[in-house]
């Protein structure tokens, strides 16, 4: 699968469950206080143990095949690689204590521990790296998220996945048990924090050769190197156990026993189960917020989930003109579609970088926290460019075609959006295609259709995450739209600035790409995602990632 139809079917995925999704990233569950125990003991309280639920069972625990948010969430929990996310996405120590990288940033000396084991009471060396990564980017394996991840950054990854060079020659070495040394293809400057995501988790080679295709298929033929182990899994389970690994370097650090699982897709069944003390936390759709709203349970999370309305510059003449583009995205009420139709804490966004994601290197503020808003709702502004719109293609009315997913929840945003678009732009008649999720993606990568409610998040810390969504005939641009500055500004940022020292000038870059993506109206952003939930106030020191793994429970604890 291509990386731009992965993206598109977790965006489908997304816009689809926009009031139930379980994703990515956002701010620490601790911060719910209560002085409800729930009619629990003293005792029970102070057993480490938290019961959780999930929406789906877990699809693959093979670190090479994962490419879903609970996959990356179990992986987290049990592995570990060089480094892991702590709180505020800060890099911390894994399996790698420190590492150095050359003056030209292309080449990362990382330092392994001595102390690390399987839990079969093998130690973790830098083999163990250098074999899952090259099994990752082997065509053979056939790993989607492999090439992805590592394609363009470590070397001669992309010609060994495209079957052009041998595996063996991928640009990582052992240079002795705890020595990994990893050649790139170009400077990364998020290297380090990529080092966290799942596809770059170790792998001990005998145990994952002699178990064959059994591996990874329950919990019993896997081995773990992390926080925590599987118990009670299968591929086909509904329900499973999490323990801790007491064979775990850091075990010390690690004070839950245990996390039980049990797949429960219904919200108000969860609810249900959450008031009555059995299990710790829930996830609310829109329906349940306006009743837990005041408890001292109820808490939100950002995500850095960006959803935006795509305007295809390719099929539809009226779309090619930048004052169409630019009347279209003032001319709805992000504000009241964030408030009252999601009304999960999710809010309104006026640009595309999310808030307080990939900080400025001086680390106080984010990239939409320094450009501000650059396109914000504004009826009388959004008339003035319909008009001068209207003068330039020489029309008095516009047919456009909205395309979007056909499940209940998503046909309430869409009604809602070309609602808006109709009343407050004279002469545009919007004609609502919503069809099944396959279709629309097919109609996407075609580009057969005029505008489209998407939604991006990231897949490592660092603004090109976003910002090269729009490149020129970007495999992800799907919409026409092109500006050399722009480009130019990108080929910068990923070359010449990625190099150690220009971390300041690379951002600047990406600041004045963002502005001039607005300036053209090339797409209108609606709103960023956050997730509501009820949470026990017994949990402390759950943290919320970015990227990889949802949830953090290494430092968590039932107070």
Excluded at 14 to 24: E, G, R
Excluded at 56 to 78: C, H, K, N, R, V
């Amino acid at each position: 699968m291509t990386k731009s139809v992965r993206t598109l079917l977790l965006v489908i995925a997304s816009i689809c469950l926009a009031f139930t999704l379980s994703a990515c990233s956002g701010d620490d569950d601790e911060q719910v206080t209560s002085d409800d125990n729930d009619g629990s003991t003293n005792d029970e309280q102070q057993d480490q143990v938290l019961n959780l639920t999930r929406k789906s069972a877990i699809p693959t625990m093979d670190s090479s095949m994962a490419t879903d948010e609970a996959s990356f969430q179990f992986l987290g929990l049990s592995m570990e690689g060089l480094y892991r996310l702590g709180e505020d996405a800060e890099v911390k120590e894994g399996i790698a204590i420190d590492h150095e990288e050359s003056d030209d940033g292309m080449q990362w000396t990382f330092n392994l521990r001595d102390d690390a084991e399987w839990s079969n009471g093998d130690p973790v060396t830098a083999d163990d790296f250098v074999y899952a990564w090259k099994r990752a980017v082997d065509p053979e394996t056939g790993s989607e998220y492999g090439p992805y991840m590592m394609n363009g950054v470590i070397k001669n990854a992309e010609e060994i996945s495209q079957g052009d060079k041998d595996v063996d020659e991928l640009g990582v070495t052992a240079e002795d048990d705890h020595t990994l040394v990893v050649d790139l293809e170009k400077p990364v400057p998020y290297f380090e924090s990529l080092m966290t995501f799942g596809t770059f988790l170790p792998l001990n080679e005998d145990f994952t050769e002699e178990q064959g295709d059994d591996y990874a298929q329950s919990s019993e033929n896997i081995l773990y190197n992390g926080p925590f182990k599987l118990d009670e899994w299968e591929s086909t389970s509904d329900s499973w156990i999490v323990i801790k690994n007491e064979d775990y370097w850091d075990a010390d650090t690690v004070e839950l026993e245990k996390l039980t699982y049990e797949v429960v897709k219904d919200v108000s069944t969860s609810v249900d189960l959450f008031e009555t003390g059995k299990i710790d936390r829930t996830e609310l759709n829109s329906d349940y917020v306006d009743q837990f709203a005041t408890s001292e349970e109820y808490a939100t999370r950002s995500k850095p989930v960006t959803y935006y309305l795509k305007l295809n510059q390719t099929r539809n003449e009226a779309l090619e003109n930048k004052n169409i583009r630019a009347a279209i995205s003032r001319a709805f009420d992000k504000q009241a579609l964030a408030e009252e139709i999601l009304n999960d804490g999710s809010i309104a966004i006026n640009g595309l970088i999310p808030e307080e994601f990939a900080l400025l290197p001086d680390g106080d503020e984010g990239i939409r926290e320094t450009n501000g808003d650059l396109v914000e709702y504004d009826v009388d502004e959004a008339k003035e460019y319909w008009e001068k719109g209207l003068e330039e293609l020489g029309e008095d009315s516009i047919d456009i075609e909205f395309l979007g997913s056909d499940s209940d929840t998503s046909k309430v945003m869409n009604e809602y959006l070309v609602n808006q678009l109709e009343s407050n732009l004279d002469g545009l008649n919007v004609t609502l295609k919503e069809v099944p999720g396959e279709q629309a993606l097919d109609l996407v990568n075609d580009m057969d259709y005029d505008i489209q409610l998407s939604a991006w998040g990231p897949d490592y810390l660092d603004p090109y995450s976003f910002m090269g969504l729009w490149e020129t005939d970007g495999e992800n641009n799907l919409m026409g739209y092109s500006n050399e500055e722009y480009d130019q500004l990108m080929e910068e940022a990923q070359n010449e600035l990625a190099k150690p020292g220009k971390e300041q000038e690379r951002y600047d870059n990406f600041i004045e790409a963002e502005k001039i993506l607005f300036e053209d109206a090339a797409i209108a952003p609606v709103y960023q995602e956050f997730v509501a939930m009820l949470v026990d106030p017994k949990i402390e020191g759950v943290i919320t990632n970015p990227i990889g793994p949802t949830y953090e429970y290494k430092w968590a604890k039932v107070n």
